[in-house]
């Protein structure tokens, strides 16, 4: 318990610099790294130099793929502004509904969704934070947003590779385990759209436009529990992304929710409110808005929208169509696949690569890293916005202007994602992590019902479900036969609760601020999501619980 107290110190700096004390989010994540290089050199007897090289991968980590990534992602909204289609854009969406509450579900869920099916690693809060904006909404508010809005799918992004992880190292078929995070992540899925139409706005907003929340996150959980249970775990989040949209728009054909133009007022409202009260923050590019109030903007989108032809939307869209295109083949193209995989170039950490042993003994593999050059998500999505530039007229030039402006306002939070990856690979290596898990695994057979706290923990630490599995998944499964319960069920916990702790993640709300333009404010996001990250981790844990024990006759 002790070394567990002790480990649990760098991730408490963390946490009370940014939410207590307010610190801008690269402070904070650089006094993490400095007491958990203490704690790993004075208190799990890592050399100091070791521990550092560790610093020192993580911090490579954390520029690629990690920033690269995000920064990719707003070089490709950039080069859409400049070309003036974001206009375009928010009356295409206006076409499918011209209310912000369903749009925010749409954009953030469905969408969203999607891209953490193809991408993952951020990617999907970064592209749905900015195209928020573009549809109205203040940078706060659609931080949180999308950060909520990337939970349920996580557990199948990026073509199912935090299941597949637990897998293999687990020796347990992920065909099982997806299985069986199948009937836990969709309980979180259904509740998803209602809180966004919440955080959009208010009890007001949900009681005008549960019909649509309702079922889209019905019809994106019976997809999600019936493609990782029936067709195919790598596709999950596909077919469910998918199934809610359709189901979203068969429904606003026959359906319209009330007081649209209430909605998009009070938006503008606390809009220009924003601007007054932060004329300096660094915004992304935002084209002009009406300032008139919600009628004369509903006004200007139905006109807008009255007006638009076929090419005019295929254009606004092409970024995100070719975006979807891009990774589909990417990712279920087995050919491309390799092909793209053989130009990753792998090697030893120097100086640490063979010289850290797992809690078994054994020489760890962690030290490796891997530049995917090409295959990464980043460079994909750089390849999209040179294709865009070229269609949309700016050119190369004009994108590469884009990018050099986009670059300086994210000097800091490449310095924080940098610094927060170093905090997670010194407390993996040096076994804090590990310390921490352990501890939270003797609790017996209680253990069933907190074994998602593992996963929400280490998601937290990295921000990503993958790492969160990779640390937890055979600590889960050693507990769970030291208990008597279904292993498999336990590294499924392990996953689904990792998708809840992916919003209080340093990582990831960096991504967020970057993407909306609140660098520095990561910890004002912080407390907005914070308790629902909580609440939802309540209730995953309930659900593991009771299916390791009270229904566990009924579980497959």
């Excluded at 980043?378 to 007229?393: I, M, N, Q, R, Y």
């Excluded at 050099?404 to 076994?431: D, E, H, I, P």
């Excluded at 609790?443 to 280490?458: C, E, K, M, Q, Y």
């Amino acid at each position: 318990m002790a070394s567990a107290l002790v480990a649990l110190l760098p991730l408490l700096t963390v946490f009370v610099t940014l939410a207590v004390l307010r610190w801008k989010a690269h402070w904070s994540g650089l006094a993490g790294v400095a007491v958990a290089l203490l704690v790993a050199w004075l208190g799990f007897g890592m050399p100091l130099g070791l521990a550092a090289l560790a610093a020192t991968q993580g911090a490579a980590f954390g520029l690629f793929p990690i920033s690269w990534i995000v920064f990719a992602a707003i070089v490709l909204y950039e080069v859409t502004v400049a070309s003036g289609r974001f206009a375009d854009l928010r009356a295409s969406f206006h076409l499918i509904s011209g209310d912000p509450r369903i749009q925010a579900v749409i954009v953030a869920f469905c969408f969203g969704g999607l891209l953490e099916a193809l991408a993952g690693f951020g990617a999907p809060v970064a592209i749905t934070g900015v195209m928020l904006l573009a549809l109205g909404y203040p940078p706060l508010r659609a931080a949180v947003i999308v950060l909520v809005a990337n939970t349920a799918p996580v557990a199948f992004g990026a073509i199912a590779i935090p299941i597949i992880t637990a897998g293999k190292l687990t020796g347990i078929p992920y065909e099982e385990i997806g299985a069986l995070v199948g009937l836990q992540a969709p309980f979180v899925a259904v509740i998803v759209p209602l809180l966004l139409v919440f955080l959009a706005d208010g009890r007001r907003g949900v009681r005008q436009v549960w019909p649509a929340a309702v079922v889209i996150g019905v019809v994106f959980a019976v997809a999600q529990w019936a493609c990782a249970t029936y067709l195919s775990v790598e596709l999950t989040d596909i077919v469910a992304s998918l199934a809610g949209l359709a189901a979203g728009v068969l429904l606003l054909r026959v359906w319209k929710p009330a007081g649209t133009a209430e909605a998009l007022s009070r938006l503008a409202s606390e809009r220009d409110r924003d601007a007054a009260q932060n004329p300096d923050a660094a915004t992304p590019s935002q084209p002009a808005s009406p300032s008139g109030g919600g009628q004369d903007d509903l006004r200007e989108l139905s006109e807008r929208a009255a007006s638009l032809t076929p090419r005019r939307i295929t254009l606004a869209l092409l970024p995100y169509l070719l975006v979807i295109a891009v990774f589909s083949v990417a990712q279920l193209v087995g050919p491309v696949k390799q092909a793209l995989a053989s130009t990753t170039l792998s090697f030893g950490w120097p100086g640490l690569d063979g010289h850290v042993l797992t809690p078994a003994g054994e020489v760890s593999t962690a030290t490796t890293y891997s530049l995917a050059w090409l295959s990464s998500p980043g460079t994909l999505l750089l390849l999209v916005a040179l294709v865009v530039a070229v269609v949309d007229g700016i050119g190369p030039s004009g994108m590469l202007r884009v990018a050099g402006q986009t670059a300086v306002k994210m000097r800091f939070a490449f310095l924080t994602v940098a610094s927060v990856l170093a905090l997670a690979y010194v407390m993996n290596l040096s076994g804090q992590t590990i310390a921490i898990g352990t501890w939270i695994a003797g609790s017996g057979v209680a253990f069933a019902f907190l074994s998602p706290v593992l996963g929400w923990i280490g998601t937290a630490v990295t921000g990503s479900d993958t790492s969160a599995n990779a640390l937890f998944a055979t600590l889960q499964q050693t507990a769970a036969q030291q208990t008597g319960v279904d292993p498999a069920l336990l590294v499924a916990g392990n996953t689904t609760g990792g998708v809840v702790g992916k919003m209080i993640s340093p990582q990831n709300l960096t991504i967020a601020a970057t993407a909306v333009g609140l660098i520095g404010r990561e910890s004002e996001i912080l407390r907005k999501v914070l308790p629902w990250s909580i609440g939802m981790l309540v209730m995953v844990c309930l659900i593991v619980g009771l299916q390791a024990t009270v229904l566990e006759g009924w579980m497959p």
